[in-house]
């Protein structure tokens, strides 16, 4: 079993930046790959960026390439969405999730934080 805690969402301007943390405790955080999810109001949940257990390996949603960055520290057991000239469609809630084996889909990660909302204004 792995534990996630996101934190690190809030409020922010069009333009603005945020970064997102994701704490894991319980098993070995180091040997799980990790996804960033979001979900907006009315919509499905949709694939942000994942990254491999070493972070060697990285995949983004093209709506975020290029001003998202996904990152982990596996000494600290966290993991990080860096979030640069955020959009107001960047609106949602953001979860963080685990499994052994990376992937682009939601349905395939078996761990999930309990998610943190981000409001970009216009």
């Known amino acids: 079993q792995v534990q996630l805690r996101e934190s690190g969402g809030g409020l922010v301007q069009a333009g603005g930046s945020l970064r997102l943390s994701c704490a894991a405790s319980?098993?070995?955080?180091?040997?799980?790959?990790m996804g960033w999810f979001r979900q907006a109001p009315g919509k499905e949940r949709e694939f942000v960026a994942a990254l491999n257990w070493s972070g060697s390996n990285t995949y983004y949603a093209d709506s975020v390439k290029g001003r998202f960055t996904i990152s982990r520290d596996n000494g600290k057991n966290t993991g990080y969405l860096q979030m640069n000239s955020l959009k107001p469609e960047d609106t949602a809630v953001y979860y963080c999730?685990?499994?052994?084996?990376?992937?682009?889909?939601?349905?395939?990660?078996?761990?999930w934080g309990q998610g943190t909302p981000v409001t970009v204004s216009s």
């Open positions: 319980g098993r070995t955080f180091s040997i799980y790959a």
């Open positions: 999730a685990a499994d052994r084996y990376i992937s682009l889909a939601p349905k395939e990660y078996d761990y």
